[in-house]
C-alpha cells in the first residue's frame, strides 16, 4: 500500500494521487471529478453519469460485501 495515495471519495481504498482532478479509481471505477460527502446525494452527471455519490458507495459497498461472502 502507498501511503501517499488518497482515498477515493465513493469506495474510500487509496487510489488516488489527487482529490479532484478527474482520476479514475482502480477498484470502483468512480471518476473523481470533486463531489464529496457535502453533496454526495446530488446526481451531476458528467463522467459517472446517473449516479449520485452515495448512491455509487453503497452499490461498491454491497458489491464487496458479497464478494466477502463467497470467500
Same mark, same amino acid.
Given at each position: 500500500? !502507498? @501511503?501517499?495515495?488518497? @482515498? /477515493? @471519495? #465513493? #469506495?474510500?481504498?487509496? *487510489?488516488?494521487?489527487?482529490? %479532484? &482532478?478527474?482520476? &479514475? #479509481?482502480?477498484? /470502483?471505477?468512480?471518476?473523481?471529478?470533486?463531489?464529496?460527502?457535502? /453533496?454526495? $446525494?446530488?446526481?451531476? %452527471? %458528467?463522467? !459517472?453519469?446517473?449516479?449520485?455519490?452515495? $448512491? =455509487? $458507495?453503497? $452499490?461498491? *459497498? #454491497? =458489491? &464487496?460485501?458479497?464478494?466477502? =461472502?463467497?470467500?
Amino acid at each position: 500500500m !502507498n @501511503p501517499s495515495l488518497l @482515498p /477515493c @471519495p #465513493c #469506495c474510500r481504498f487509496p *487510489t488516488l494521487s489527487e482529490h %479532484g &482532478i478527474h482520476e &479514475i #479509481c482502480r477498484v /470502483c471505477w468512480w471518476e473523481d471529478d470533486r463531489q464529496g460527502d457535502d /453533496c454526495a $446525494t446530488e446526481v451531476w %452527471g %458528467g463522467p !459517472n453519469g446517473m449516479y449520485s455519490l452515495s $448512491t =455509487s $458507495t453503497t $452499490t461498491v *459497498t #454491497c =458489491s &464487496i460485501l458479497a464478494k466477502a =461472502s463467497r470467500w
